[in-house]
């Protein structure tokens, strides 16, 4: 099974802040990689597809960068709508979530 | 547009089998490339995946809960059902469906997710 490390599990930023979080694979996934958003309550939306691609609609400063084992999720300027938790995923073996990432505003 | 709904029992008993049907609506389950999952959430903890079916039948499902899990299509009805057998305690969740596009791995529409917790 391929394991999917997120960090970090939650972090406190200020709005306005650059916020970056990490997933690491087990294994090399090449871009089979996609970043989810999840305020409580709701079902997962879809952020980021292949590693890198911004979903039609999403605001562009959402950004996602890497390939096989390491993968890079930006939020270039935070805003309040954006508290929520993340997550990785990959597909390149079956489906792996990572373990989320719950953003707070500081 | 593209949705979803998951149906089926909000409270199960150990031991007895969940069966969950997501219904969908703005695309075909006869699409080359199309699939639907099922991916499950336990309350304040992260997501797993379930199972896949895609358009041509075929079936993929999580290692650690193969033996227990069925997924299966009605093109017609546009339902795609997922069963779950010797429920647990550890299985209460909030299941939810999503549909996979063709081309990607990704999920890009998600059912509101369904509640089910087991208990005696």
């Known amino acids: 099974d391929i394991q999917m490390t997120q960090s970090p599990s939650s972090l406190s930023a200020s709005v306005g802040d650059r916020v970056t979080i990490t997933c690491q694979a087990s294994?090399?996934?090449?871009?089979?990689l996609n970043w989810y958003q999840q305020k409580p309550g709701k079902a997962p939306k879809l952020l980021i597809y292949?590693?890198?691609n911004l979903e039609t609609g999403v605001p562009s400063r959402f950004s996602g960068s890497g390939s096989g084992t390491d993968f890079t999720f930006t939020i270039s300027s935070l805003q309040p709508e954006d508290i929520a938790t993340y997550y990785c995923q990959q597909y390149d073996n079956f489906y792996t979530f990572g373990q989320g990432t719950k953003l707070e505003i500081k | 547009q593209i949705t979803l709904k998951e149906s089926g029992p909000t409270l199960v008993k150990p031991t007895q089998t969940l069966t969950l049907t997501c219904t969908f609506s703005?695309?075909?389950?006869?699409?080359?490339?199309?699939?639907v999952g099922w991916i499950r959430q336990p309350p304040g903890k992260a997501l797993e995946w379930l199972a896949l079916i895609y358009w041509n039948d075929d079936k993929r499902y999580s290692p650690s809960l193969k033996s227990r899990l069925t997924i299966t299509k009605d093109t017609s009805k546009n339902q795609v059902v997922l069963t779950m057998t010797n429920m647990d305690p550890v299985d209460t969740a909030t299941y939810y469906c999503a549909h996979r596009p063709a081309g990607t791995g990704a999920l890009d529409y998600w059912g509101q997710g369904t509640l089910v917790t087991v208990s005696s």
């Open positions: 703005g695309f075909s389950l006869s699409t080359s490339g199309v699939g």
């Open positions: 294994q090399d996934i090449s871009n089979y």
């Open positions: 292949d590693a890198s």
